[in-house]
T-cell receptor
Framework: KAGVTQTPRYLIKTRGQQVTLSCSPISGHRSVSWYQQTPGQGLQFLFEYFSETQRNKGNFPGRFSGRQFSNSRSEMNVSTLELGDSALYLC??????????????FGPGTRLTVL | DAKTTQPTSMDCAEGRAANLPCNHSTISGNEYVYWYRQIHSQGPQYIIHGLKNNETNEMASLIITEDRKSSTLILPHATLRDTAVYYCIVKTDSWGKLQFGAGTQVVVTP
């Protein structure tokens, strides 16, 4: 079974621009979570989507947004990019079948550089 | 979710067992212990998880103390490819994020 895929893998943008990152979950997985990883802050949770609805949100400004489509694929958008948004953006998918625990599986990430 | 404490770093000789400790003294009854690892600049890789019983899979074993306040991840025969940052995370089953700490940098040497 194919793993979580993220596109693009690398991205260079300039301050003030906006960017859209894409994530395709493992087949059959219904939940997608997004994380940001920076050297200073480590891995931080952005948001989780399930059934096209945001279920949980981390402590990030409104410039960070996301959505999930009916096929469970997800996109996240960052508007008005700042230098501090340079990071590895990770997507994780999970089954969310209900009952018991739920394991998240991560994609390879998108490396965003803001100049 | 409860917080975890892990050593900052540890070295291990290739072929030997690596025992990675994790303290989670405030863990609640419905919280699971998860282990992930991250090889440089790659996405975190799921290793194993458990609630109160010891668990084993093809990658590792997880030993949870009876009071559940600490656990140990065991890599039975470490290889150079096991060099990574290992994260111990405590998580409930509810909607929620994985709260990553700083983890343990494990370096496997020949």
């Amino acid at each position: 079974k194919a793993g979580v895929t993220q596109t693009p893998r690398y991205l260079i943008k300039t301050r003030g621009q906006q960017v859209t990152l894409s994530c395709s979950p493992i087949s059959g997985h219904r939940s997608v979570s997004w994380y940001q990883q920076t050297p200073g802050q480590g891995l931080q949770f952005l948001f989780e989507y399930f059934s096209e609805t945001q279920r949980n949100k981390g402590n990030f400004p409104g410039r960070f947004s996301g959505r999930q489509f009916s096929n469970s694929r997800s996109e996240m958008n960052v508007s008005t990019l700042e230098l501090g948004d340079s990071a590895l953006y990770l997507c994780a998918s999970s089954l969310r079948a209900g009952g018991g625990t739920d394991t998240q599986y991560f994609g390879p990430g998108t490396r965003l550089t803001v100049l | 979710d409860a917080k975890t404490t892990q050593p900052t770093s540890m070295d291990c000789a290739e072929g030997r067992a690596a025992n990675l400790p994790c303290n989670h003294s405030t863990i609640s009854g419905n919280e699971y212990v998860y282990w992930y690892r991250q090889i440089h600049s790659q996405g975190p890789q799921y290793i194993i998880h458990g609630l109160k019983n010891n668990e084993t899979n093809e990658m590792a074993s997880l030993i949870i103390t009876e009071d559940r306040k600490s656990s140990t991840l065991i890599l039975p025969h470490a290889t150079l490819r096991d060099t990574a940052v290992y994260y111990c995370i405590v998580k409930t089953d509810s909607w929620g994020k994985l709260q990553f700490g700083a983890g343990t940098q494990v370096v496997v040497t020949p």
